[in-house]
């Protein structure tokens, strides 16, 4: 298994521009979320999706943060327009329903710098 | 609702010390628990777990046992490694639930 994957690894933008992140869940899990973390807040859980359906998006900071999952192997988060105070590294993570006790899987990351 | 209270860091060892860290959990019923490991620039994995009361999760020469009395998982190991050298997190996940709560994490740094 591949594991989580996210795309890029890295991604440098200037203020005002859109930044789209990439993921690939576990395949046949059927929870995604997305998380960010900075030294200040440290691990903040934006927003989670159960078959593909976002549940919970009260961790999204402002409307300028939108996810979607448009199926069971695809997630994007998008900051449009994006702003330094965004600067953070996001994670994907993915889990499955079939144990109660099983860990989420974590991606690598996407590093992210607005200047 | 649900928190996780870890020790504040960073935790300064030598090599070959012992390490505890400790962590406290509030939760209604009985929760799992997990600790995870973020290794520099890669996310987070989980290193054990113990899904009970008295349950002792291992892994890698770390350990926690599930303290309910203490509502207490603290990690230990005999003996670190340089490689240990790490961010930890401790997590619960609610019965029934499967989001869950991180504590805000412990850095590990181990001098040869």
């Known amino acids: 298994d591949a594991g989580v994957i996210q795309s890029p690894r890295h991604e440098v933008t200037e203020m005002g521009q859109e930044v789209t992140l990439r993921c690939k869940p576990i395949s046949g899990h059927d929870y995604l979320f997305w998380y960010r973390q900075t030294m200040m807040r440290g691990l903040e859980l934006l927003i989670y999706?159960?078959?593909?359906?976002?549940?919970?998006d009260s961790g999204m900071p402002e409307d300028r943060f939108s996810a979607k999952m448009p199926n069971a192997s695809f997630s994007t988060l998008k900051i449009q327009p994006s702003e330094p105070r965004d600067s953070a590294v996001y994670f994907c993570?993915?889990?499955?329903?079939?144990?109660?006790?099983?860990?989420?899987?974590f991606g690598n990351g996407t590093r992210l710098t607005v200047t | 609702g649900d928190s996780v209270t870890q020790m504040e860091g960073p935790v300064t060892l030598s090599e070959e010390a012992f390490l505890t860290i400790n962590c406290t959990y509030t939760a209604t019923g009985y929760p799992s628990l997990f600790w995870y490991v973020q290794y520099p620039g890669e996310g987070l994995q989980l290193l054990l777990k113990a899904t009970k009361a008295d349950d002792k999760g291992s892994n890698k020469g770390f350990e926690a046992t599930y303290r309910k009395e203490t509502t207490s998982f603290h990690l230990e190991k005999g003996s670190v490694q340089v490689s240990d050298s790490a961010v930890y997190f401790c997590a619960i996940k609610a019965p029934g639930s499967y989001i869950p709560t991180f504590g805000r994490g412990t850095s590990l740094i181990v001098h040869p």
């Open positions: 999706f159960n078959n593909n359906v976002p549940i919970d």
């Open positions: 993570a993915s889990g499955s329903t079939d144990s109660g006790n099983s860990p989420l899987h």
